[in-house]
């Protein structure tokens, strides 16, 4: 069965700080990734994605990750926090063999201390 | 471009009663999926329609149901509501939902059932 683990319910860093968030995964096909970030009763807002070739992929916001295939995983990662990054981050993974539907971490809450 | 819209943004419900949530896409997309989202389950995949038939069904009991009119917009429709129901829903659309196509969500409906 597909599966995505984010293994971090929170952290918290402080401002200025570098933040990685995890993101693995268990798909029996080739998957694209996503990670997703939502503000308090808000939706989601795609923050970048990765469908093929280059394994480092920018985003919005200052934000890129890395797709690595062998351990499953795709972390989401940011040199320096703002304030404004303080938010629920969710990774997604899709595939074609799974009719193309999201299938969602938990979810990682960031808190940002000044 | 007009993101993803939903209405209405918040509802309250009892028990027993009925619920329908309106989902308008993009622009030019044609596929539009739905998705719960609650503390203790997290995102889950409801249903994607495309070109007004259902593509793909996630795990969720008959009472949930969809359509999809030939302008693309979605309605989703909750029968017999239960408490565990209450949840934010959340409409995604894409041009054409396949193949490797960034889902656009909206920002959600909460529908709080007493």
């Known amino acids: 069965a597909q599966s995505v683990t984010q293994p971090d319910i929170h952290i918290t860093v402080s401002e200025g700080a570098s933040l990685e968030l995890r993101c693995n995964y268990s798909y029996g096909a080739t998957p694209y990734l996503f990670w997703y970030v939502q503000s308090p009763g808000q939706g989601l807002q795609l923050l970048l994605k990765?469908?093929?070739?280059?394994?480092l992929v920018q985003g919005i916001k200052g934000f890129e990750a890395e797709f690595k295939r062998s351990q499953s995983s795709f972390n989401l990662r940011k040199p320096s926090v703002h304030w404004s990054d303080a938010a629920e981050y969710f990774c997604a993974v899709g595939a074609k063999e799974y009719g193309n539907k999201l299938v969602f971490g938990a979810g990682t809450i960031l808190r940002v201390k000044s | 471009k007009a993101g993803v819209t939903q209405t209405p943004r918040y509802l309250i419900k009892t028990r027993g009663q009925q619920v329908t949530l309106s989902c308008s896409p993009i622009?030019?997309?044609?596929?539009v999926s739905w998705y719960q989202q609650t503390p203790g389950q997290g995102l889950q995949f409801l249903f994607e329609y495309f070109s007004e038939t259902q593509r793909n069904k996630g795990n969720f009991p008959g009472r949930f149901s969809g359509r999809q009119f030939s302008n693309s917009r979605s309605e989703m429709n909750v029968s017999t509501l239960e408490l565990g129901d209450s949840a934010l829903y959340l409409c995604?659309?894409?041009?054409?939902?396949?193949?490797?196509?960034?889902?656009?969500f909206g920002p959600g409906t909460r529908l709080l059932v007493l």
């Open positions: 622009s030019g997309h044609r596929s």
């Open positions: 990765y469908f093929s070739g280059d394994t």
């Open positions: 995604a659309s894409r041009p054409t939902g396949t193949g490797q196509e960034t889902q656009y």
